[in-house]
């Protein structure tokens, strides 16, 4: 647990919910634990969670900040396989859960909730993804360009249309990021979409699914957020809305807070501290 959640949020309690984070390529769990620089409070996930008795887990890939040593993949089916046994055994707790998912954490979710429907592990009260399009999306339609063959300028301007800052271009700074932004970019260049497994009906998840899209975000827009849709039976309950800020909006803390408040404010029943 502490190579994949560096960082849980009220570990020591018998939570009355959780919620499950995955961050976006070329970030770390600290995107939903950190309070980030100069801030005089925590963010609203940990404020929530240490005020109405939750739990925070967000997952952290290998190969950055406390696991800096460890190996990274550049395929995200082989991460599943390594999370799953160490993750569901908690999630067959009888604590109710959500998964809140960004970017390409929206696709890692939904590998591996494709593996707990599959395994027979209880499925969270509600799936949060942002900034990303559904899975399903032709690869002819995919609002990015492949880095393999980008030489490291070219890269450096796909990575911009990413708002990535460019304090990481910098050359030392490049040293010790590069690495870890192929590999991560990789994940999502590559990857070869299959649907839901087939006992699922109509291939849809039984929960619902709230999306956002970012008001200055170059790449993923209301349409690409409009597509998850499709993987809830809850299509009453689908929602897709607009908020302030670019696709890395959560190094932009007022922006970043009014997601997280907004977040919390529509957790299903029994995500605000009662019984």
Same mark, same amino acid.
């Given at each position: 647990?502490?190579q994949?959640?560096?960082?849980?949020?009220?570990?020591?309690?018998?939570?009355?919910?959780?919620?499950?984070c995955?961050?976006?390529?070329g970030?770390?769990?600290?995107?939903?634990?950190?309070?980030?620089?100069?801030?005089?409070?925590?963010?609203?996930?940990?404020?929530?969670?240490?005020?109405?008795?939750?739990?925070?887990?967000?997952?952290q890939?290998?190969?950055?900040?406390s696991?800096k040593?460890?190996?990274?993949?550049?395929?995200?089916?082989?991460?599943?396989?390594?999370?799953?046994?160490?993750l569901?055994?908690?999630?067959?707790? $009888?604590?109710?859960?959500?998964?809140?998912?960004?970017? =390409?954490?929206?696709? &890692?979710?939904? *590998?591996? +909730?494709?593996?707990? @429907?599959?395994?027979?592990?209880?499925l969270?009260?509600?799936?949060?993804?942002?900034?990303?399009?559904?899975?399903?999306?032709?690869?002819?339609?995919?609002?990015?360009?492949?880095?393999?063959?980008?030489?490291?300028?070219?890269?450096?301007?796909?990575?911009?249309?990413?708002?990535?800052?460019?304090?990481?271009?910098q050359?030392?700074?490049?040293?010790?990021?590069?690495?870890?932004?192929?590999?991560?970019?990789?994940?999502?260049?590559?990857?070869?979409?299959?649907?839901?497994?087939?006992?699922?009906?109509?291939?849809?998840?039984?929960?619902?699914?709230?999306?956002?899209?970012?008001?200055? $975000?170059?790449?993923?827009?209301?349409?690409?957020?409009? =597509?998850?849709?499709? &993987?809830?039976? *809850?299509? +009453?309950?689908?929602? @897709?809305?607009?908020?302030?800020?670019?696709?890395?909006?959560?190094?932009?803390?007022?922006?970043?807070?009014?997601?997280?408040?907004?977040?919390?404010?529509?957790?299903?029943?029994?995500?605000?501290?009662?019984?």
């Amino acid at each position: 647990m502490k190579q994949w959640f560096p960082k849980i949020i009220n570990p020591d309690i018998v939570p009355k919910f959780r919620l499950v984070c995955f961050h976006n390529a070329g970030s770390s769990e600290t995107v939903y634990t950190g309070r980030g620089m100069r801030q005089p409070t925590e963010n609203p996930f940990v404020l929530h969670c240490q005020e109405k008795g939750g739990q925070l887990l967000a997952v952290q890939l290998p190969g950055r900040d406390s696991g800096k040593d460890l190996p990274r993949k550049r395929q995200l089916p082989p991460y599943v396989q390594d999370l799953f046994p160490v993750l569901a055994p908690t999630l067959q707790e $009888d604590i109710p859960y959500v998964v809140i998912s960004h970017s =390409m954490g929206t696709w &890692f979710a939904y *590998e591996f +909730l494709k593996e707990c @429907a599959a395994k027979g592990i209880p499925l969270p009260k509600q799936w949060v993804v942002s900034g990303f399009p559904a899975p399903s999306i032709p690869e002819s339609e995919r609002p990015w360009n492949k880095n393999a063959p980008m030489n490291d300028p070219a890269f450096f301007d796909e990575a911009r249309g990413w708002d990535v800052n460019e304090i990481v271009f910098q050359p030392p700074n490049w040293k010790t990021f590069g690495g870890m932004m192929r590999d991560d970019f990789t994940l999502f260049d590559e990857y070869k979409y299959t649907p839901p497994p087939p006992h699922l009906l109509k291939g849809e998840f039984p929960f619902p699914i709230k999306a956002t899209y970012f008001k200055k $975000d170059k790449r993923c827009k209301k349409q690409h957020l409009e =597509m998850w849709k499709d &993987f809830t039976s *809850e299509k +009453l309950a689908f929602t @897709a809305t607009e908020f302030e800020g670019n696709h890395l909006f959560f190094y932009d803390f007022p922006s970043r807070n009014k997601w997280m408040e907004a977040v919390c404010s529509t957790l299903p029943a029994g995500f605000n501290g009662e019984c």
